[in-house]
């Protein structure tokens, strides 16, 4: 089977979000590897029979330093683990894990983002009709402007 790798922010949103997803994958016979910024859930994650790996870094900072070297180190990671298929979960991983990935050699054509925990609910989500935004009439103040 394949060799799954799941960039997360948080290690308690995998729990909170990506626990069924993780289950279904293992169940299946995927290797799952895990990696998010802190510790604070490695051993539950772990206890989900994956491997763990913390990336040391916060989900809402802006030290540009850090910042700087987050796709180098998603890049070591990923050729490290040399996974088939990342999946990317979270505003920073969304950027840096993509951009890591191809650094690493992965051919990567898009990459989503989606509350879905199984393959089942994103198909439930796909098949939703586009709620379609409907434009504000302007204000007094606005239309006077």
């Known amino acids: 089977m394949s060799k799954i790798l799941l960039l997360c922010g948080k290690s308690v949103t995998v729990i909170w979000f990506r626990k069924k997803l993780i289950q279904k994958l293992t169940s299946l016979g995927h290797e ?3 990696c998010a910024f802190d510790r604070e ?3 539950e994650i772990r206890g989900l029979g994956v491997k763990f790996y913390c ?3 916060a989900n809402r900072s802006l030290n540009p330093f850090k910042l700087l070297t987050l796709k180098s180190r998603y890049a070591k990671l990923i050729k490290k683990i040399n996974p088939d298929l990342v999946f990317t979960f979270m505003l920073k991983p969304n950027i ?3 951009q890591g990935a191809k650094k690493a050699g992965l051919h990567v054509g898009c990459y989503f983002y989606s509350a879905a925990t199984t393959v089942e609910e994103a198909k439930e989500e796909e098949a939703e009709e586009p709620v379609e935004e409907k434009e504000e009439e302007p204000t007094e ?3 006077e402007e």
């Open 55 to 57: 990336m040391n870094d």
């Open 141 to 143: 103040e606005q239309a």
């Open 96 to 98: 840096y894990g993509v």
């Open 32 to 34: 799952v590897h895990v």
């Open 41 to 43: 859930k490695d051993e």
